[in-house]
C-alpha cells in the first residue's frame, strides 16, 4: 500500500510567480486535505476536497485553489506569491469524508523571495 | 469553530523518563488525532482516538470526550522521540484543527 506522496519536496520562488504543488492520495482513499505550515506552528487548513468537489475552506485567500482529480490526486495552486508564503505544505488523504483518520505525506518546502 | 490548546509549550526529559502530554479542546469532537512531527516536517500518525483508550508500545492515549480533553503518555522516553506532538481534532462540517504542538527534548 502507497502512502501519500508530494512533490516537489522543495522549491524556491519568486515574489508574484505563481506555483503548483502535487500530492497523490493514499491508495482508496477520496478525501485530500491541504494544510500550511508556517515555522514554528501548527498546520493551518487551506482546504479539502471529498470526491472531486471542494468541503471546506479555511481563512486563506482566493489566490490559492485546488483541484482533484478522478483519481483522488490533487494539486494546489498558489497565484501571486507573497513572502509570508513561504512554509511547509502538507498534503493529507482520507479514507471517507472530513472525519476519518488523515494520513499526511512529507511535504513541500516553498521558499519565496 | 473548535479552539484547541496543548499543555506544556515545551517539555525537556532524561531519557527513561516518563511524560504526559495535554490537548483540551473546546467542543464535541467526531475525529481527534495525535501526530509526532519528525525534525524533517513528516507527521507521523500515533493516534486516532476521538475517544477512549488505546496503546501501542511505549505510547498511550486517552480521550474524555465528555469532558473535552485527550492525553498522550509516553513511557521510558527515548531520543528518538524528540520532536514537536500535536493533537488535531475536527467535527461534522468543521475544519481539522491542530492545536499549538508540544516540543519535547529528550536528552541522553
Known amino acids: 500500500e502507497t502512502g501519500v506522496t508530494q512533490s516537489p519536496t522543495h522549491l524556491i520562488k519568486t515574489r508574484g510567480q505563481q506555483v503548483t504543488l502535487r500530492c497523490s492520495s493514499q491508495?482508496?482513499?477520496?478525501?485530500v486535505s491541504w494544510y500550511q505550515q508556517a515555522l514554528g506552528q501548527g498546520p493551518q487548513f487551506i482546504f479539502q476536497?471529498?470526491?472531486?468537489?471542494?468541503?471546506g475552506r479555511g481563512n486563506f485567500p482566493p489566490r490559492f485553489s485546488g483541484l482533484q482529480f478522478p483519481n483522488y490526486s490533487s494539486e494546489l495552486n498558489v497565484n501571486a506569491l507573497e513572502l509570508d508564503d513561504s512554509a511547509l505544505y502538507l498534503c493529507?488523504?482520507?479514507?471517507?469524508?472530513?472525519?476519518?483518520?488523515?494520513?499526511f505525506g512529507p511535504g513541500t518546502r516553498l521558499t519565496v523571495l | 469553530g473548535i479552539q484547541v490548546e496543548q499543555s506544556p509549550p515545551d517539555l525537556i526529559l532524561q531519557e527513561g523518563a516518563n511524560s504526559t502530554l495535554r490537548c483540551n479542546f473546546s467542543d464535541s469532537v467526531n475525529n481527534l488525532q495525535w501526530f509526532h512531527q519528525n525534525p524533517w516536517g513528516q507527521l507521523i500518525n500515533l493516534f486516532y482516538i476521538p475517544s477512549g483508550t488505546k496503546q501501542n508500545g511505549r505510547l498511550s492515549a486517552t480521550t474524555v470526550a465528555t469532558e473535552r480533553y485527550s492525553l498522550l503518555y509516553i513511557s521510558s522516553s527515548q531520543t528518538t522521540d524528540s520532536g514537536v506532538y500535536f493533537c488535531?481534532?475536527?467535527?461534522?462540517?468543521?475544519?481539522?484543527?491542530f492545536g499549538p504542538g508540544t516540543r519535547l527534548s529528550v536528552l541522553p
Open positions: 493529507a488523504s482520507s479514507l471517507e469524508g472530513p472525519t476519518s483518520e488523515q494520513f
Open positions: 491508495s482508496g482513499h477520496n478525501t
Open positions: 488535531a481534532t475536527n467535527n461534522y462540517g468543521q475544519n481539522f484543527v
Open positions: 476536497y471529498y470526491r472531486e468537489e471542494e468541503n
